[in-house]
Structures are given as structure tokens and as C-alpha cells.
């Protein structure tokens, strides 16, 4: 499955069409690490991606070439000139050359070689994905008709902008964030039954303790209050727990999947739902 890498030179050729890159993608460990990789042209791939400072040049990668992102480096201890070991899943390795070093761009991915240096040990010749920029004075609803029929002679694949992308990449998280959230709420109302059950309890397990406070002058209203401060209390700590405990298992998790994935997760404080959540656990 996936997209020809015919594609991509064929889209290049429609006037309307300013550049046109494939990408595919790859893996294996990079110094014993395994890393996703992205497969692709270089010399359109650094023209259809804004990817911040490069240091280097991603049109010298050669087959014996690597680019990565700076982040990447840093961790990897790497820069332009540096050796890396890949080994690959047919169980080959190799030693590539590190030949630029790129800001972060979520499409292209933390590491880049080239289909030659992909060749030797690919499973199958396919791109996941097509970028394609307009020339100027082409509108979008032109270049994605011409798009879209050029791409008619290889599957039809979908042709989609910018913008209904993203939508489509966030639908499936989405999807998951509704199941999180009607998970959470019945967790809460759960955690609120426990809590009043929990109260309950507690208030006809203390009957002689709260006679001997009758006892010794405490009103009924006192004694209401002293009560309804406790379950306070109860409710407050451990909703802050739960938030703070929620909030750092969530920022393991998004640090766990950035460093073993391209991923373009980012920890991020929802501060709108977490009142919410601590309103109704108060």
C-alpha cells in the first residue's frame, strides 16, 4: 500500500505546480537507538519545507548521507561531519555521514536520507505522503483540481489542502480525546460516590465523638459546619492529587512518544478542563 513514488515527478511537471516531494518512510536504530526515518528527495524536500536554520547542505546526503534535526543532534551528540551506525531491519549496517542539521518540522520528521541510501534494504517502493506547492497566481481549488488528476492515473489517492490535512489527522485524536473525556467523567462520578460514601461512614462511625462535642457546648451549626469542611478537604486534596498526578503521567507519556516517534505531540496545560475538573470535584 501507499502512494507511487512516480507521483511526486509527475505532479512537478503540471504548470500549476511550483515543487512536488514524496515522502516515505523507513526505520532503524541510529547509534543503537531505534529512529523513525524519512525517505525522500532531498533537493525539493529543502525547498517544499520551511525547516528553520540548516546547518550543512541536505543536497550533499548522497547515499551515504543523514540529516537530523537539531534537537536530534543534541540528544545523539552529533553535528555536520559527525559518523552514525545505522542498522537496519534486513540486518545490514552501515555508517552514514551526518550532512546537515535542520530545525524541527513535524512532516519531515528527525531524520532524513535519500531514496538511494533507503534502496538497498526497503521492503517496498512507496511514499505515505505527497507535498506539492502552488506557483504563483494558482489558487488552491486550481492546483488541487490539477492535482487531483494527475493523481487519477496513480490510484486516485485522496487530494486534500493544507487545512482539511490536519483536520483529518486530528479527527482520529479527536475520537479518542471524546472517549478519554467520557472515561474521566465517569471516574469523577465514581470518586464522588466514593467520597460521599467515605463521609458517610465516617459520620456514623463518630456518633460518640460527635455526642461528646454536643456534649461540651458545639452547636448544630457548628457541628454541621465541622463536617461540611471535612468533606472539603477530603474533595480538595484529592482533586488537587489527581490533577497534579493526571498532569505529569500526561507529560511522561508526550516525552515518551517524542523520543521514539516523529510525532508532533506537544505537552500542552488545558487550563478551561482542568477548572472544569476541579470545580466538580469541589
Known amino acids: 500500500s501507499g502512494l507511487s513514488p512516480k507521483l511526486a515527478p509527475a505532479l512537478a511537471q503540471r504548470p500549476e505546480v511550483a515543487t512536488a516531494v514524496g515522502l516515505g518512510k523507513g526505520a532503524a536504530e ?3 537507538e531505534g529512529r523513525a526515518l524519512t525517505v525522500t528527495d532531498p533537493k525539493p524536500f529543502a525547498r517544499s519545507f520551511d525547516l528553520g536554520d540548516v546547518d ?23 553535528q555536520v561531519g559527525s559518523r552514525a551506525e545505522l542498522a537496519f531491519a534486513d540486518g545490514k549496517k552501515e555508517t552514514f555521514t551526518v550532512r546537515a542539521v535542520y530545525g524541527r518540522s513535524e512532516l519531515a520528521g528527525d531524520y532524513v536520507v535519500t531514496r538511494e541510501a533507503w534502496a538497498p534494504h526497503r521492503m517496498q ?7 506539492v506547492t502552488f506557483k504563483d497566481g494558482v489558487s488552491t481549488a486550481e492546483g488541487k483540481a490539477a492535482v487531483a488528476a494527475t493523481a487519477r492515473d496513480f490510484g486516485n489517492p485522496d487530494v486534500q489542502t493544507r487545512s482539511e490535512y490536519a483536520e ?3 479527527s482520529g485524536i479527536d ?3 471524546t472517549l478519554v473525556y467520557a472515561l474521566l467523567a465517569l471516574a469523577v462520578l465514581i470518586a464522588l460516590l466514593g467520597i460521599a460514601n467515605t463521609l458517610t461512614l465516617a459520620i456514623h462511625e463518630r456518633t460518640r465523638e460527635l455526642g461528646l462535642l454536643r456534649a461540651v457546648g458545639q452547636t448544630r451549626a457548628q457541628l454541621r459546619a465541622m463536617v461540611r469542611w471535612e468533606s472539603v478537604l477530603v474533595a ?18 508526550v516525552k515518551a512518544s517524542d523520543s521514539t516517534t516523529e510525532s508532533a505531540f506537544a505537552f500542552a496545560v488545558p487550563p478551561a478542563q482542568l477548572a ?3 470545580l466538580v470535584g469541589l
Open 30 to 32: 541510529v547509534n543503537g
Open 56 to 78: 550543512g547542505s541536505l543536497g550533499a546526503l548522497g547515499d551515504r548521507g543523514i540529516a537530523i534535526t537539531r534537537s536530534e543532534a543534541e540528544k545523539q551528540d552529533l
Open 125 to 131: 517502493d512507496s511514499d505515505t505522503l505527497v507535498s
Open 168 to 170: 483529518t489527522s486530528a
Open 175 to 177: 475520537m479518542m480525546l
Open 236 to 253: 480538595a486534596f484529592g482533586t488537587a492529587g489527581g490533577l497534579t498526578l493526571g498532569g505529569f503521567l500526561g507529560w511522561v507519556l
Open 276 to 278: 472544569v475538573v476541579a
